[in-house]
């Protein structure tokens, strides 16, 4: 029988390539978005593969137990969860808002939680699964203009730590992937924060220059199917490694 994975945000990107390598290689695959009017990319590159599309919004309490319930209720288990769904903050300290800052953690860590917390009773009543976030090389070293999205990755790291040791006893394994620089189209999706925007603010210079790098650090990106092979190994592996650095 084939393992069912779901993947978030599978729109575009990484978790688009991922969910599509997961297929590939025999997972029945639930692609989940927040909007399905951007499902056609995926749609179309996975013609007779094993992989539906499915509404999720991680921020959303009743979406996530809506398309948890519906994978349950179709396949009856989960055998892999791969947190995917996020986007970048762009602002020095000073120039975030409050509710700017709120709504990167929403995303970033209270959205991996909220799909981890519908996902689990069923893992562990199967005794087995494995939970897979997407963190970042800005978990590991932070960058200035950076701040909240390296925040919420450093955090979901420290979570991933702590939720290694709470689900082994069930059979549950965790890893984390970090990817660096990957050519994907999430440089277009960066928010920005209001205040950085003005060309007046203390920081205007610094953030300059950090978006001068990126242009060149693109060119030389890694694709994203580098990412999504690093999840087909830690979804398939006996011993999976606790970080995946890409």
């Not at 499915?54 to 396949?75: C, I």
């Not at 005794?127 to 590991?140: A, E, Q």
């Not at 990755?153 to 702590?162: P, Q, T, W």
């Not at 394994?173 to 007046?200: H, Q």
């Amino acid at each position: 029988m084939a393992k069912v994975a779901v993947v978030t945000g599978s729109s575009s990107g990484i978790g688009l390539e991922t969910a599509l390598t997961l297929a590939r290689n025999g997972f029945d695959v639930y692609a989940t978005m927040r909007n399905t009017g951007k499902a056609g990319q995926i749609q179309e590159a996975a013609k007779g593969l094993p992989l539906r599309v499915l509404q999720l919004d991680v921020n959303e309490d009743q979406s996530v137990k809506s398309a948890v319930d519906a994978v349950l209720s179709e396949k009856g288990r989960i055998d892999v969860l791969v947190n995917n769904a996020g986007y970048a903050l762009v602002g020095a300290v000073e120039d975030l808002a409050m509710d700017e800052l709120k709504a990167q953690f929403e995303t970033n860590l209270f959205g991996l939680v909220r799909v981890t917390q519908a996902v689990l009773p069923a893992m562990r009543k199967q005794k087995s699964g494995t939970i897979i976030n997407v963190g970042s090389i800005g978990g590991r070293v932070a960058f200035p203009t950076s701040p909240a999205y390296s925040a919420t990755k450093f955090a979901v790291e420290g979570l991933s730590e702590a939720m290694a040791f709470e689900l082994a006893p069930f059979g549950i394994r965790v890893a984390v992937i970090e990817p660096g620089m990957i050519k994907t189209n999430f440089v277009s999706g960066i928010a920005m924060a209001k205040k950085a925007l003005d060309p007046g603010s203390p920081y205007a210079p610094m953030l300059q220059k950090m978006n001068a790098t990126i242009g060149p650090l693109l060119e030389n990106a890694a694709p994203a199917q580098q990412v999504a092979d690093a999840v087909l190994q830690a979804s398939t592996s006996p011993d999976p490694e606790f970080r995946y650095l890409v």
